[in-house]
């Protein structure tokens, strides 16, 4: 799986849209970038995944630059509850299974009131 | 919320002894996983399963075993407990076809402390 590259934390004002970075210049074509969150002591929960296009659901935006070698997560208006760490994932899912996801040290990133 | 039910939620136990941990889940997913979370290491794969009866290691199942006899149930045991084994464990699902099989979901987790 390609390697992925996060700033260790980030702050953003409550209200404001928070734009989590996310490099992955090594990634194949066939690799997906999933986007989780952990919220502190809870279990990681699932915000988005894409391939080349940009997504979008009721929790988050994902912008994938048209190289596919970053993209960045957009949460539209933060609030206090977002305060969690966010991991960037690059993953190639084929029809042979599916052995997991690897989670790296992410960004914690910080609502600030 | 996906129905994942992790038990026990916390248990001490002392260094040497057997301790089985159980994730069920009612959504009927093929896949099925146990991670670890350590402070400083992340969450890291111990082992997964694809289906009954079929598992397959991850990045650190040295010290670990698992079993899955029912769709819904994946078993972790620590058949001699260490201290280093001291961690807070996920289990997690998916399913369907890729890539939504990159779509997991986590339960609360067990908090097992070795002594």
């Known amino acids: 799986d390609a390697k992925t590259t996060q700033p260790p934390s980030m702050d953003c004002a409550e209200g404001r849209a928070a734009n989590l970075p996310c490099n992955h210049s090594t990634i194949s074509g066939n690799e997906y970038v999933y986007w989780y969150r952990q919220i502190h002591s809870q279990g990681p929960q699932y915000i988005i995944h894409?391939?080349?296009n940009n997504e979008t659901n009721e929790m988050a935006s994902l912008i994938i630059t048209e190289d596919r070698k970053s993209s960045t997560l957009i949460l539209p208006h933060a609030t206090l509850r977002d305060t969690a760490v966010y991991y960037c994932i690059v993953r190639a899912v084929s029809g042979g299974g599916a052995d997991g996801l690897t989670f790296g040290k992410g960004t914690h990133l910080i609502i600030q009131p | 919320d996906a129905g994942i039910t992790q038990s026990p939620r916390h248990k001490v136990t002392e260094t040497g002894t057997p301790v089985t941990l159980r994730c069920h889940q009612t959504?009927?997913?093929?896949?099925m996983y146990w991670y670890r979370q350590d402070p400083g290491h992340g969450l890291r794969l111990i082992h997964y399963s694809y289906g009954v009866k079929d598992t397959d290691k991850g990045e650190v199942s040295d010290g670990y075993s698992v079993s899955r006899s029912k769709t819904e149930d994946f078993l972790l045991t620590l058949e001699s407990a260490t201290s280093s084994q001291t961690s807070v464990y996920f289990c997690?699902?998916?399913?369907?076809?890729?890539?939504?099989?990159?779509?997991?979901?986590f339960g609360e987790g067990s908090r097992l402390t070795v002594l």
């Open positions: 894409g391939l080349k």
């Open positions: 997690a699902i998916s399913g369907g076809r890729p890539p939504i099989t990159g779509e997991l979901f």
């Open positions: 959504e009927n997913h093929r896949y």
